[in-house]
């Protein structure tokens, strides 16, 4: 199942199942997609896993950092 996040004014999808969503509108294959509000984008859910390897926890806090644009 996707799962939605609001996280300020982003918009966080992912999948709960560990699996790759899709954008419907453009076919894109994502780990997980951030959008901004209001969000004009839909996903669903793919039969391909997420790869544990391709980012780690630690790779995933540095990009939210970036993201927010929280500096240390």
């Known amino acids: 199942m996707i799962v939605t996040e ?17 954008q419907i509108e453009t076919g894109i294959v994502y780990d997980d997609a951030v959008d ?3 969000c004009p984008y839909t996903y669903e859910e793919t039969d391909e896993p997420i790869d544990p390897e391709e980012a780690t926890v ?3 806090a540095e ?3 970036i993201l927010m644009g929280v500096s240390e």
């Not at 300020?8 to 560990?18: A, E, K, Q, W």
């Open 58 to 60: 630690e790779d995933k």
């Open 6 to 22: 609001e996280l300020g004014d982003l918009i966080r999808h992912y999948s709960d199942s560990g699996f790759k969503i899709r």
């Open 63 to 65: 990009a939210y950092d």
């Open 36 to 38: 901004i509000t209001p």
